[in-house]
């Protein structure tokens, strides 16, 4: 099954909504402090297989990371271990600095 890809701007959208959703950031704690979503949680790629029982199944979740294709490796892998609804946000934090929040640091 393809992944979801998900526009910074719906993002947006569904964060101004209020939607239910996980906004779950791969990167890496250095990264994550230097640059992330407000509200979003961190749980690094290298991390995600060991923590999975940390994330509800069938909540709504965003895959976040720098351009999107560690975001998308995490996705699919949250697609094969059951997941039901998960989205990749295309462009990473990298997008959401430059077309939704540009006090979020570039880098």
Known sequence: MAIKQ?????LKIKIDNQEPLLLLDVREPN??????????????LAEIS???????KQQAIVVICHHG?????????????DFSDIANLQ?????WS???DTSVPRY
Do not use: M
Request: glycine fraction near 4%.
């Open 91 to 95: 462009g990473g934090i990298d997008a």
């Open 50 to 56: 060991e923590r999975l029982d940390e994330l509800n």
């Open 31 to 44: 990264e994550f402090q230097y640059a992330h979503i407000a509200n979003s949680v961190l749980i690094p």
């Open 69 to 81: 294709f560690r975001s998308q490796q995490v996705a699919l892998y949250l697609d094969h271990s």
């Open 6 to 10: 998900l526009s910074v701007t719906d």
């Open 98 to 100: 430059v077309l939704c």
